[in-house]
């Protein structure tokens, strides 16, 4: 029966990274060498996993009361502690926890949170782990993990409205909660919350405004950002000697969908005018919360290919400055185009309403199904997911299968027949076995159930087209030839809201995630399914 609920150490060797032919799954996966990155003789690894979408590998920091930072590393599943001069003096294991996120209070002391099992982890310097369950409290969408003034640790988790922040209180285990806040906390501790103004018709706009909160809830600042390109979201760090420093994502795109951003640092007064700029690099790996602010100084972790490093920022004038946008010569996009290219075959594809595509989106992920014992065992060599832990127990969402696409009708099928839920081995793919990979589940939601299609044929110009992402809609879809994601809405602070069918943080089924615009943007494009109906406003 299915339900729906309502709402580091030198000279590392470099591991063997496996890539499938995505065209056969059955082939035979081809090796490759991971890429190493150093800094100060501290090597890293990126790794590509298959069924994540995402790049592994520095993923979050905290900077320290000591002038040094800890950085989590989901590549090797550790926790380095630097000092002040960058090197490395101690580091740290997490155990059987999916680490997403790092802080750190005042004493230096480490906490962790797992999102795909609910737990925050408090470390000490024996690597002992105290683990604390959060109740109650989807973070799925978590955006950011750190702790507030009060010295107590805080979850931000994204939505289309500026999303929440819960503060919580370690204790007995559990992570209570005492207080739940509207958008969330500066690097200096502010609550606040960024609203995109879109322009009419569109998705996106050129200006943006950041309203700060007092400690009662009421309006204290509002700062107005305006730009001559279109503002995908904008996070307030800190306020230095009076200047407000917000971090922006801003982008250009031609009239091929050609897409150019960047990420802008900017030092603003109180009267909105912009007083200092500086431009981030192009990074090998974009993750979220990658500039912070100790003090007045401000830090940002740089991943290139070959190396890495915590940088010390200092601002241009804008008069001299130009970022990446002004150097780029594109050909205009006008906004406002809708058409579909002239070569694509409409009367191929049955026609399907956007609202279905919403609706069986979130129903692959709120579903509920009982775990038999028989559903509970594996399948020849399949492995099952993680998040299942037990028989006899219910579940939320769709597990993963490796090459499986299930409707929710045939998952619950499979399951009522006892056949195995789920298989995260992504070099064997059994189709008895209940389940959906990326391009299963999206293929579903886009009413394609005449046979599988992999994240390549979804690209089929008799299935989809790209569209410019100033015209994304709930429904349309960041693909790659590797991984592909529902696009559901951005949060205001530079993450896409998504639905997918993912391994990323041992999550192992369909998933409500929030990932960084540029990682998306930069390994991703969008497309939209042929001979949708706009039913939805």
């Known amino acids: 029966m299915l339900k729906f609920l309502d709402k580091i150490k030198k000279n ?8 499938i032919d995505y065209a056969n799954p059955n082939k035979e996966n081809i090796e490759i060498d991971a890429t190493n990155a150093t800094s100060n003789n501290e090597y890293l690894i990126y790794l590509q ?13 905290s900077l320290k009361d000591d002038g040094g930072y800890y950085l989590l590393d989901t590549a090797k599943k550790t926790i380095l502690s630097f000092d002040a001069s960058g090197k490395k003096n101690h580091f740290f294991t997490y155990g059987d926890l999916s680490v997403s996120k790092i802080t750190s209070n005042k004493n230096d002391i480490l906490f962790v949170i797992d999102t795909a099992n609910g737990i925050i982890g408090k470390i000490d310097s024996l690597n002992n782990i105290e683990k604390y369950f959060i109740d109650e409290l989807n973070i799925d969408t978590l955006i950011d993990f750190g702790v507030s003034n009060n010295g107590n640790p805080f979850i931000v988790v994204a939505d289309e409205n500026g999303g929440k922040t819960y503060e919580v209180k370690l204790s007995k285990n559990k992570a209570e909660f005492i207080s739940v806040k509207n958008g969330r906390f500066s690097e200096d501790g502010k609550n606040y919350r960024t609203t995109l103004v879109k322009d009419k018709g569109l998705d996106l706009g050129h200006s943006c405004v950041i309203t700060i909160f007092d400690q009662l809830g009421g309006v204290e600042r509002e700062l107005t950002l305006e730009s001559n390109h279109w503002i995908e979201g904008a996070v307030y760090l ?27 640092i900017k030092k603003i007064d109180i009267n909105n005018n912009v007083v200092g700029i500086l431009t981030l690099p192009k ?15 401000i830090y940002h972790l740089n991943c290139q290919k070959t190396h890495w490093g915590m940088e010390k920022l200092e601002f241009s004038s804008p008069n001299i400055f130009k970022s990446s946008l002004e150097k780029q010569s594109l050909e205009s996009l006008d906004p406002y185009d809708t058409s579909i290219p002239n070569n694509l075959l409409l009367l191929s594809l049955n026609s399907i309403n956007r609202s279905f595509i919403q609706q069986m989106a979130d129903d692959y992920y709120t579903c509920s199904w009982h775990c038999s014992l028989n559903n509970y065992s594996t399948y020849r060599k399949s492995v099952r997911p993680r998040y299942i832990y037990a028989s006899n127990l219910y579940y939320q969402r769709v597990p993963y299968n490796w090459g499986g696409w299930d409707s929710l009708d045939s998952f619950g099928v499979k399951i009522s027949q006892g056949k195995t839920a789920g298989n995260i081995n992504t070099k064997k793919v059994y189709s008895v076995i209940a389940g959906v990979d990326c391009s299963g589940y999206v293929q579903r939601c886009w009413g394609l159930n005449d046979s599988k299609r992999n994240t390549i044929m979804l690209d089929d110009p008799r299935i989809s087209y790209r569209i410019p992402v100033l015209q994304a809609k709930f429904g349309d879809a960041w693909n790659s030839a590797g991984h592909i994601m529902i696009y559901q809405d951005r949060d205001g602070y530079g993450n896409y809201i998504l639905y997918e069918s993912t391994l990323l943080n041992e999550y192992d089924g ?13 390994n991703y494009h969008l497309i939209r399914r042929l001979n949708i109906n706009e039913d939805m406003e």
């Open 49 to 61: 996993d298959l069924g994540t979408g995402y790049l592994t590998g520095p993923e979050c920091f």
């Open 238 to 264: 800190s306020e230095i000697d009076g200047y407000f420093i917000v971090k922006t994502h801003e982008i250009e795109v031609d009239k091929n969908n050609n897409l150019v951003f960047a990420e802008l």
């Open 510 to 522: 369909v998933y409500h995630s929030a990932r960084a615009i540029s990682y998306i943007e930069d």
């Open 12 to 19: 590392v060797f470099a591991p063997i990274l496996e890539l």
């Open 283 to 297: 990074k090998h790996k974009y993750i979220q919360n990658d500039v912070k602010i100790k003090g007045t100084s």
